[in-house]
């Protein structure tokens, strides 16, 4: 996903916008009370809020070093098979894409960093009725969760592919669901 709606940004009418936020599967499946909150716990295992802090800490060095983090992140967990729960990937993977690592480690461990996980991932909640990922919004909060088997490989159909969705999300508010059996 990330690298599909990154390669087409520039080439849908009108430009793309692209703004990440985190969301957490894990607390969203989470067994747990529904006061416990996994971003405040960091030494809680999870197999997504570590990768989450971590964006959020490349985050503070810049969209440019943000976007190549994220790309090489999402990279290194669907298709080299890393394990981005992994603190030691994540820094690796921080020190691969230019990261200034000092920076980046401190981040990880701050209070603050861990809270804009759980800020993003409530207001997801709250504002748009998120429940899944990827879930992609439009304007006027029209929020819409997508989920592909792949990424078509040449550039018109990735395009013709978001402006369908585009088109389903924004523009029909009344279609609820389509899913194949």
């Known amino acids: ?24 599967l894990d607390q969203q499946n989470s067994e747990e009370s529904p006061d416990f ?8 295992p999870s197999r997504g809020i570590p990768a989450l802090v971590a964006a959020k800490a490349a985050e503070n060095q810049g969209e440019p070093l943000f976007l190549r983090f994220h790309l090489a992140t999402f ?9 981005i729960a992994d603190r030691k990937v994540l820094r690796d993977i921080a020190k691969y894409t230019g990261l200034d690592t000092v920076r980046f ?10 809270q804009a996980v759980g800020k993003d991932h409530m207001e997801s909640k709250r504002k748009y009725d998120v429940f899944g990922v ?16 792949s990424i078509p490989e040449a550039k018109e159909e990735r395009i013709s592919l978001f402006e369908l969705i585009y088109g389903m999300g924004a523009k029909r508010p009344y279609l609820l669901e389509l899913k194949r059996p």
């Open 75 to 83: 990279e290194a967990k669907h298709d080299e098979g890393k394990d």
């Open 1 to 24: 996903m990330v690298t599909w709606l990154e390669s087409i940004k520039s080439e849908v009418a009108g430009g793309l916008s692209i703004q990440w936020k985190a969301f957490s």
């Open 134 to 149: 990827p879930t992609l919004v439009f304007g006027q909060g029209k929020a819409v969760f997508v989920k592909l088997g």
């Open 37 to 44: 909150m996994m971003w405040e716990h960091p030494d809680y």
């Open 105 to 114: 480690k401190q981040d990880m461990a701050r209070k603050e960093t861990w």
